[in-house]
């Protein structure tokens, strides 16, 4: 997996790394949200409802599901960086192919991108364990899973921009390009710095699955439930409570920006040592939790917007925290522990819009949003009540504390 070693920040102030890592994200994450954004364009020229949409959604998440399996199952050692330059390019394929095969074309080119995103998250979550010092990596973490709710607002804005003169296909073609373009310069670089020769990294220790992954990934699993969902029909409940389109809307993007500030400001904290990561991030679910109960309660636009911006910034602003716990835990094999963990967040992907949907046609969206409250409180309790890593996941340093242990000051 290219993690030996495992102790962060091997020289320099990892700032190339971060952000060369949140910019993949945002590539990997396009060929979902650019389906999410243009979905009303492809629907209308291909016959299709969202019902169909939301299939194709579900598809990346589970592809994602089998391609986080995979980075935990494969041995054979390969850099993040060979990693990361090879996702942009085969990203690039699933959009052309998205774009210009048919319908077929659309169904295999996201799911050849959620596969893509699922294989590399926990070689970047690595990457960033490696590079960026001990004293960054929370918000390193952070900035990465920003990344996701900003390629949401790229997507739409590309859909004025791009799709609405120039048809969806565009919109894909162009995000294809890009990736390209970020993929090239680094792989010709790498390619000349090793005179033309494969230098793969040592292979990573094995991990063994514990309670204290298991647990994580069960946490993810929840979260993503939640945070898929309130992406998804937010809106559409803030206008079944009495909002207007326009209200629920900047609602919306009042809390796509709530959520990227949450995942930046929690690394910042525990960088600082102000908390234990563990402890800020059940109360991250639990703030969630609050949110969606305020959502359920539906008393009117106002207390839709609070109970909005609590869903957003606590129940899906967990994710940067969450790999950060996981990988911390297990120095030298970041990218086998975040593979669980994202294993855990792409099964929540996929089902939470899904069964979302399901309940609000047969009982409506207070039943709904209760549902997830339930959820959300689950994800709280199971981290809070977790045990300490096993003991042959300790720091190498003798006397070191565990990033995840030290406690508030």
């Known amino acids: 997996m290219g993690e030996a070693g495992g102790k962060g920040g091997s020289g320099g102030s990892g700032a190339g790394a971060a952000v060369s890592v949140a910019l993949i994200t945002v590539l990997t994450s396009l060929p979902l949200f650019l389906v999410g954004a243009t979905s009303t364009l492809v629907n209308r020229e291909l016959g299709w409802d969202a019902g169909d949409t939301g299939l194709l959604l579900a598809a990346y998440w589970l592809s ?8 935990r199952r494969i041995d054979t050692p390969v850099s993040a960086e060979a990693t990361v330059g090879s996702a942009a390019l085969v990203t690039a394929a699933a959009l052309s192919l ?23 998250q926990p070689h970047t979550n690595s990457l960033l364990m490696r590079r960026c010092p001990p004293s960054v990596q929370g918000f390193a973490f952070g900035l990465k899973q920003a990344a996701i709710p900003a390629s949401t607002l790229l997507g739409s804005l590309a859909v004025p921009a791009v799709a609405v003169p120039f048809g969806w296909r565009a ?16 792989l010709v670089r790498r390619h000349r710095s090793s005179g033309g020769r494969r230098t793969p990294a040592a292979p990573a220790p094995p991990l063994r699955m514990n309670a204290h992954l298991l647990g994580l990934a069960v946490a993810g699993l929840c979260g993503a439930m939640v945070g898929n969902a309130i992406g998804g029909f937010l809106i559409a409940s803030g206008v079944h409570q009495g ?5 629920a809307s900047m609602l919306a993007a009042a809390g796509s920006v709530t959520n990227i500030a949450v995942r930046l400001v929690a690394g910042v904290v525990v960088d600082r040592g102000r908390y234990a ?3 800020l991030l059940w109360q991250l679910y639990l703030a969630g939790a609050v949110g969606t109960l305020l959502l359920a309660a539906g008393g009117g636009p106002w207390v839709t917007t609070l109970g909005g911006l609590l869903a957003f910034g606590g129940g899906w602003g967990w994710a940067g925290l969450l790999h950060y716990v996981a990988g911390a835990a297990f120095p030298g094999r970041a990218a086998r522990a975040t593979a669980v963990t994202q294993m855990g967040v792409s099964l929540g992907g996929a089902t939470g819009p899904m069964l979302f949907g399901l309940l609000v046609d047969h009982a409506g969206f207070g039943a709904a949003w209760l549902a997830l409250t339930a959820v959300g409180a689950v994800a709280a309790v199971v981290v809070r009540l977790l045990r300490e890593p096993p003991a042959e996941a300790a720091p190498d340093t003798a006397g070191a504390p565990s990033p995840t242990t030290y406690t508030r000051k």
């Open 64 to 71: 994602s599901l089998s391609g986080a399996y995979l980075s």
């Open 98 to 120: 998205s774009a210009w095969a048919g319908d077929g074309g659309l169904v295999a080119g996201t799911a050849v991108g959620g596969l893509v995103y699922g294989y590399t």
């Open 171 to 186: 919109v894909f073609t162009a995000s294809a390009a890009v990736c390209v373009v970020y993929a090239l310069p680094g």
């Open 243 to 247: 909002m207007t389109l326009t209200w």
């Open 277 to 279: 990561p563990r402890s």
